[in-house]
């Protein structure tokens, strides 16, 4: 089982290197949800800040939640939660998603649920290792692909929720993971 919010103490980041939560507790799903601007700022969501950055499936996981976690409200478009993953992510890898926003727009999918004012999150246990496995992790190297559960939530109550596959490449940095690619299948 993938442990998003395992913690190690000394590598918790302090109060001031966190920001507020994004995730959209399910007792509240259909009323007012939260959410985070989009930020390439350096900090994790403050149910994030324990992550244990040196366990690789950690890693791929907080950065899919926080990819697939978005509130049409608040965010211009999918591009917004992918700014917000940086801190997660290779400096290149958000570098060219900073620099490099998509040039056509968030597509009609995001105009629906924006219509619908909607939110999707994806909570720590809706993510699970998928069927197939990937090539084993080298000292420097590891590959996860994720199945994913997103929820959607409209002021006027759920919309069915989607199921999605996702494929991470990660690379070590020194004792902590980086993700180097997120792709849809």
């Avoid at 591009?79 to 968030?106: E, M, S, V």
């Avoid at 069927?131 to 996860?144: L, M, N």
């Amino acid at each position: 089982m993938i442990g998003v919010a395992t913690a190690c103490a000394s590598r918790v980041p302090s109060a001031t290197g966190v920001t507020a939560s994004f995730t959209i507790p399910a007792e509240n799903r259909g009323a007012e949800f939260p959410s985070t601007p989009p930020s390439a700022s350096g900090t994790l969501p403050l149910d994030l800040a324990g992550l244990n950055r040196s366990d690789a499936s950690a890693v791929a996981a907080a950065v899919v939640r926080i990819w697939f976690t978005t509130d049409t409200r608040i965010d211009s478009s999918p591009h917004a939660a992918r700014l917000r993953a940086c801190p997660l992510l290779a400096a290149p890898y958000c570098l060219a998603i900073r620099d490099f926003p998509p040039k056509t727009g968030p597509g009609a999918d995001w105009l629906s649920l924006t219509a619908q004012q909607a939110a999707i999150t994806v909570g720590a246990n809706d993510i699970r290792p998928a069927d197939e496995s990937g090539p084993p992790d080298s000292a420097t190297r590891a590959d996860r692909l994720l199945e994913v559960t997103e929820h959607l939530v409209t002021p006027k109550g759920p919309l069915p929720d989607r199921r999605t596959v996702v494929a991470l490449s990660l690379i070590r940095d020194g004792v902590q993971w980086q993700v180097t690619e997120v792709s849809v299948r």
